[in-house]
């Protein structure tokens, strides 16, 4: 299997950033980690492993990038709007930076963002701000409304990447029709705390044209062992 490592000074971040790709062609997949997950968490949880045919065969690649959680959403001793600009900050890092990488490498169209617990954020936040770029959003076990790290603040940085606050708002015939191309699953055990926020979710979609399956698994469900099948579930792989 096809394995890179990369590391680069991020103009966005304003330090340097690491990432790992696995596989050689088919649809790019962006991971982001789990809560102040690394680069490499994927990888050594096994989810990596268990999309090995897919990746040899070479039906997708997958960007496993790092995060900046603990100087965003999780650096609870600054303000809640200095929070919300350094996530913008790694968004920007994301799409200026990861994104034309992966089209260096890789020229198939097709991009998704995968990601568990508060890395299935992050693939709700990128995929619903860029659906002109992404094509499916893949979160598991996740929370979907920021405010619940900000104590309820928000402000115009907040608003931006929080899909709960800008979906009821989109107007724009264009920026719907881009959101309803983009193929959304969430799946989030029935007694996991976050189920409410999946549904919340699901629903707000609906409620603006925009399609999604929102799949609820039995038990808590919130897990490296269960994330593991839902991706072999949602994504492809074997057992």
């Known amino acids: 299997m096809n394995r890179e490592y990369h590391r680069w000074f991020s103009p966005s971040l304003g330090r340097d950033m690491e990432l ?56 609870w001793h600054i303000h809640p709007g200095a929070r919300a600009w350094r996530h913008h900050q790694y968004m920007r890092y994301v799409y200026d930076e990861v994104l034309p990488l992966s089209t260096h490498k890789n020229g198939n169209p097709f991009l998704m963002t995968m990601g568990a617990s508060f890395g299935a954020f992050h693939a709700m936040s990128f995929g619903l701000h860029f659906p002109e770029t992404v094509d499916r959003i893949l979160g598991f076990s996740g929370l979907y409304d920021i405010r619940t790290f900000t104590g309820g603040y928000s402000d115009d940085m907040v608003y931006r990447y929080n899909p709960m606050q800008f979906i009821p708002n989109e107007h724009d015939p264009a920026r719907l029709r881009a959101l309803r191309h983009v193929d959304i699953i969430m799946a989030t055990g029935r007694d996991d705390r976050l189920i409410e926020s999946a549904r919340a979710m699901s629903g707000t979609l609906w409620a603006k044209g925009i399609g999604n399956a929102l799949r609820e698994w039995d038990g808590w469900s919130h897990d490296w062992p269960y994330w593991t099948r839902m991706m072999l579930a949602y994504i492809g792989g074997h057992d």
Do not use: N
């Open 20 to 75: 790992l790709i696995f596989g050689y062609a088919g649809a790019r997949v962006i991971i982001f980690p789990t809560s102040k997950g690394r680069f490499f968490e994927w990888e050594d949880r096994g989810m990596v492993a268990a999309l090995s045919d897919s990746l040899i065969r070479g039906h997708l690649q997958l960007y496993c990038i790092d995060s900046v959680d603990a100087e965003s959403w999780y650096a």
